[in-house]
């Protein structure tokens, strides 16, 4: 069935370095795409988003670029402090006329950021 | 995000008792998600609620599960006779009727069945 992996169960960064965490889907008629953060007890974050006419979207120390050819999604986070220690999730969708629904997510990737 | 309330937020039950987790959405959110996520894992969609409707149910098991959202008061999901395999962490998600509205979660219902 339709699918989004990530390549990377666990990554471990210097604080002060920056961070990539990459994600593979397998819907190509996906369109939307989320990255969200979970730490423990707590629920999804909302990090970035990025539509599939674009193929990089900045935020603020984050970074979403979409390689739709290989169907590739990657989180780049700059200058890691110890409150990006979490779990990494990207999710797809395809957007319909009304509200965003379903939501698929990858298994996670943990960053862990090493003083 | 604090602005979806679920409670409780530990729920534990014996094998066969129901489970009630409630959902709260962010005021003006007239969409409800619930997700289940279990441990070292990603979140799986269930269910997807308008008020008094619901729109999608193919990620909720065919027996024992069911969800609401009435016009007054929260979202429930319910769990009757539980297994232990239903033991997971329960999220729910609120969003606008707008398009292309990001969600918002909850903290999640941890639910453990002994």
């Known amino acids: 069935g339709e699918s989004v992996g990530l390549h990377l169960p666990t990554l471990s960064v210097q604080e002060g370095d920056n961070s990539i965490i990459n994600c593979a889907y397998s819907?190509?008629?996906?369109?939307?795409f989320i990255w969200y953060k979970q730490e423990s007890g707590k629920g999804p974050q909302f990090i970035i988003d990025?539509?599939?006419?674009?193929d990089k979207r900045q935020g603020q120390r984050v970074t979403v670029l979409l390689n739709k050819t290989v169907k590739h999604l990657s989180l780049q986070i700059a200058a890691t402090q110890p409150g990006d220690s979490a779990v990494y999730f990207c999710?797809?969708?395809?957007?319909?006329?009304?509200?965003?629904?379903?939501?698929?997510f990858g298994t996670g990737t943990r960053l862990t950021i090493i003083p | 995000n604090a602005g979806v309330m679920q409670n409780p937020r530990h729920l534990v039950r014996r094998r066969g008792q129901e489970a009630r987790l409630r959902c709260s959405p962010m005021?003006?959110?007239?969409?409800v998600y619930w997700y289940r996520q279990l441990p070292e894992e990603g979140l799986k969609f269930m269910v997807y609620?308008?008020?008094?409707?619901?729109?999608?149910e193919s990620g909720m098991p065919k027996e024992r599960f069911s969800a609401e959202f009435p016009k007054e008061g929260p979202s429930i999901l319910r769990i009757q006779q539980v297994v232990r395999g239903d033991s997971a962490a329960y999220f729910c998600?609120?969003?606008?009727?707008?398009?292309?509205?990001?969600?918002?979660f909850g903290s999640g219902t941890q639910l453990s069945v002994l």
């Open positions: 005021k003006g959110h007239s969409h």
């Open positions: 998600a609120s969003s606008t009727p707008a398009s292309n509205e990001k969600l918002f």
């Open positions: 609620l308008q008020k008094e409707n619901i729109i999608d």
């Open positions: 819907n190509s008629a996906s369109d939307y």
């Open positions: 999710a797809e969708n395809i957007l319909r006329d009304f509200g965003n629904e379903k939501l698929t």
């Open positions: 990025i539509r599939s006419n674009m």
